[in-house]
């Protein structure tokens, strides 16, 4: 994939150089033009869903925490 991705940046190149010293000219000779598309009628799907409930709430509790102690070491 590595090897073609590099083939084709080097093709790229090259049709560039030619198109820049005119070895290569490319001219537009008929505009685009998107194709007429017609939307009639139709209708959206419609669902029924029922969901179970959920309660979010608070309560205040008391929790232990560690006490922690450090120590320096003697003699500095």
Request: zero cysteines; proline letters at 5%.
């Amino acid at each position: 994939m590595r090897g073609f991705l590099g083939l084709l940046g080097v093709v790229v190149l090259i049709v560039a150089g030619l198109m820049a010293f005119n070895f290569i000219n490319i001219d537009q000779t008929q505009r685009a033009a998107l194709p007429q598309v017609k939307v009639e009628g139709g209708q959206a799907p419609k669902f029924d869903v029922e969901v179970g409930k959920v309660e979010v709430g608070t309560v205040n509790r008391s929790v232990e925490v560690p006490a922690i102690k450090v120590e320096r070491p003697a003699g500095q």
